[in-house]
C-alpha cells in the first residue's frame, strides 16, 4: 500500500472524458484522491477501482474517476517559482446590472 504524500510514476492503460485507468506499483484504495501530473496539466480524481493484475513485476489496474483537470499548470508554477513579479497578477472588476443598476456579478482574474 502507498503512503500518503509517496509519488509513483506509472502507464495509461485507458482513458475516457470521465476517467482512466492507470498501472500502479501498488494497490490504492477505492476513495484515495489522486493528483496526477500530464503532460502540462493537473488531474484530480480518486480512486473507483485497483486490481492486481500481474505478479513479477507486481502491478495493479487503478480506475481514476476524473474531477478536475488544470491545464498550464507547468507554465504558470515556473512563473512564480523564478519569482517573476507578473507571474501573479490579481485584477478584480465588478460588472453593474443593466436591469437593476446595481452591482451584480464579480469577477476575479489572475
Known sequence: M????????????DASESG???????PLPLGTPLKLGV?????????CYCHIISADPFECA???IIKYIIFGWNQFYD???SGCPSAVE???????SPVLGES???NYAI
Open 104 to 106: 451584480g456579478i464579480r
Open 62 to 64: 487503478t480506475g481514476v
Open 39 to 47: 503532460a502540462d496539466a493537473v488531474v484530480l480524481g480518486e480512486v
Open 90 to 96: 490579481c485584477v478584480a472588476t465588478e460588472q453593474v
Open 79 to 81: 512563473l512564480v517559482r
Open 2 to 13: 502507498l503512503e500518503a504524500g509517496r509519488t509513483f510514476s506509472g502507464r495509461t492503460l
Open 20 to 26: 482512466l485507468s492507470l498501472v500502479s506499483p501498488s
